[in-house]
């Protein structure tokens, strides 16, 4: 039986695809550019943008937002939140300082059914 996703997981899920087929997009482009130019700062900058790497970069970051705030709210009918709800509340505090509990919260996030 196939698992059913949330409207947040199942955009994060597309954002991600997504973000992971123009990182390789913009890989191809600058083995391609490294070939004939030195990759300098612009360079670079007008790679990630022709390429969509930053639109797809901010659409990721989008959706892993949405997909945190749709967790912790969920979360909070749960009997282990009701018990442990400092300890939760402070990890969702730290999502934005340290980026290691941001993957933990969305790796997380995407387990829940």
């Known amino acids: 039986m196939k698992p059913i996703y949330s409207k947040a997981q199942l955009g994060y899920m597309k954002a991600k695809t997504q973000f992971e087929k123009q990182a390789v997009i ?7 550019t490294r070939k004939t130019e030195e990759i ?14 930053h ?17 912790h709210t969920t979360m909070k009918h749960e009997k282990t939140y009701r018990e442990n709800r400092q300890p939760i509340d402070d990890m969702y505090l730290r999502l934005n300082s340290d980026p290691q509990m941001r ?9 829940i059914r």
């Open 103 to 111: 993957a933990q919260i969305i790796d997380l996030a995407m387990k």
């Open 55 to 71: 639109d797809a970069y901010n659409n990721l970051v989008l959706a892993e937002n949405e997909l945190i705030e749709w967790s």
């Open 26 to 32: 913009l890989e191809k482009k600058l083995e391609d």
């Open 40 to 53: 300098s700062q612009e360079v670079m900058e007008g790679l990630v943008q022709t390429t969509g790497f």
